[in-house]
């Protein structure tokens, strides 16, 4: 496949042209306000699908946001890749933190991306992972090297729980069927150490609401006599670790993994430098479970984390209030083994165990999915290790993920094969956050990568 470099060479500006494009679109999933752009972008994909080579593209209608289904099927005799990925992207919230808008894409020069950096909301999470996928099988079927079949399957709803997946896969089993699964929505070390991520935590993800009198009171004339929700919720959560950042709900670590000192060495091997992750963060001192290192932390183990808390009155000025109400949104990131419905329900269990009787207390689960580990003995791990090694010069390391795709787990139970997760964003592309960015470099990278997997698969498979 030395045709790719110069493909790329003849192709750079209109591959960074159309991303730039999708990247205008607000395809915000978990803001109704924005369903016509997430139906817009929806419509984008197919055409892109199209124009790539896919001989059959749909979008297939469900409860919520479509799904995009292209094949191009060369030989039935073959192995079949499905690539999936989504659409759908994160709120820019909040937008005053943004040094450029969110949905108007511009082309910056760092530190770590001299050659320049994408930043738009979207760029890296997922929309330039997934795009890297139409380029290269354009390339593969442009310059007839697709060397097996190929099917897409395209979410807009993974932002929010992947609500409408779950049933399309099941009612489509036959024509998802395929022989690996290939996903770009994880990064790697760093550009000059890739990485396969071999696992994802699980996530359960709750909103709280604690309530105390049927009204915001006078905090004056009512304070220190009745119940304050934010105060008490405040007490709550804090209750949730103890002094050594362990979480107190019990039996959640009951079915927790714990790693080998064989395990942990290996991991330790990942080329990391703990005062370059503080400056990058700007903290003086990382945090977490006593006895685990960092790299540890985010990935092998499980956290409970607040990820909004609010009530009362936070307008200009002052208002003595004491609210009616007081509310947080909690995610908790969960390791192999762990089940998120169970610990959906220890949770719930817990919390409403620790209020006091002053307050009543509501959990409501929005979304959660199981943990998954990929084994680096199937043959789309070393499929993916000789494409990094071909276009990188180095072999890739296998990693643990601390971040979570739902769907992976949902994958292998139904489809009843493996998902290769080949991520080329990094971590410091501020996914979810404001000012998220994608390399031109990785992006490029990635379509070079690619289509190597194809080649690889196809001959160990045989």
């Not at 200009?316 to 419905?341: C, F, H």
Request: hydrophobic letters at 35%; charged letters at 25%; aromatic letters at 10%.
């Amino acid at each position: 496949m030395n045709s790719i470099q110069s493909y790329l060479k003849e192709h750079k500006d209109r591959f960074l042209n159309e991303l730039i494009e999708l990247l205008k679109i607000p395809s915000i999933s978990a803001d109704s306000a924005y369903e016509k752009d997430v139906i817009k972008t929806a419509e984008v994909i197919k055409v892109s699908l199209e124009d790539a080579g896919c001989e059959t593209v749909e979008i297939c209608k469900t409860e919520g946001y479509p799904i995009i289904y292209g094949e191009k099927i060369i030989d039935d005799s073959l192995p079949t890749v499905l690539v999936y990925g989504h659409y759908d992207v994160q709120p820019p919230d909040p937008l005053e933190l943004w040094n450029s808008a969110p949905f108007e894409p511009v082309i910056e020069k760092t530190d770590i991306h001299p050659e320049g950096a994408i930043f738009a909301r979207g760029a890296c999470d997922d929309k330039g992972q997934l795009y890297m996928h139409v380029k290269a099988v354009e390339f593969m079927t442009a310059t007839n090297q697709l060397p097996c079949n190929v099917k897409f399957m395209i979410e807009g709803e993974e932002e929010v729980g992947s609500k409408s997946l779950s049933t399309f896969v099941k009612n489509n089993s036959d024509k998802l069927k395929n022989d690996v699964i290939l996903i770009s929505d994880t990064g790697m070390i760093a550009k000059d150490a890739p990485s396969i991520t071999t696992g994802l935590r699980g996530l359960s993800y709750v909103e709280v609401e604690v309530t105390g009198p049927n009204r915001d009171l006078h905090s004056g004339l009512y304070g220190g006599a009745v119940a304050n929700p934010i105060n008490i919720l405040s007490k709550m959560i804090a209750s949730l670790h103890d002094e050594n950042n362990r979480i107190t709900i019990p039996g959640f670590y009951e079915k927790v993994e714990e790693p080998s000192k064989e395990d942990r060495a290996e991991m330790a091997k990942a080329p990391f430098n703990l005062e370059d992750y503080k400056d990058a963060l700007d903290i003086d001192e990382v945090y977490g479970e006593t006895g685990y290192t960092t790299n540890e932390r985010n990935s092998i183990r499980p956290t409970l984390d607040v990820n909004g808390i609010w009530g009362g009155y936070i307008g200009e000025g002052a208002k003595t209030v004491i609210a009616s109400k007081a509310y947080a949104k909690i995610s908790m990131r969960l390791v192999p083994n762990q089940d998120w419905e169970e610990i959906t329900k220890l949770f719930t269990t817990h919390f409403k165990n620790i209020a006091p009787k002053a307050v009543k207390v509501k959990v409501t689960p929005h979304h959660g999915g199981q943990g998954y580990v990929t084994p680096i003995d199937n043959i789309g791990y070393q499929a993916a290790s000789r494409a990094y090694q071909t276009t990188f010069g180095k072999i890739p390391i296998p990693q643990r993920s601390g971040g979570s795709i739902p769907i992976v787990a949902l994958f292998e139970q139904e489809l009843k094969s493996k998902t290769i997760l080949m991520g080329f964003g990094l971590d410091s592309d501020a996914i979810h956050s404001p000012n998220e960015h994608f390399g031109i470099w990785n992006y490029l990278k990635g379509i070079e990568t690619i289509p190597y997997f194809y080649k690889y698969f196809t001959e160990l498979f045989k």
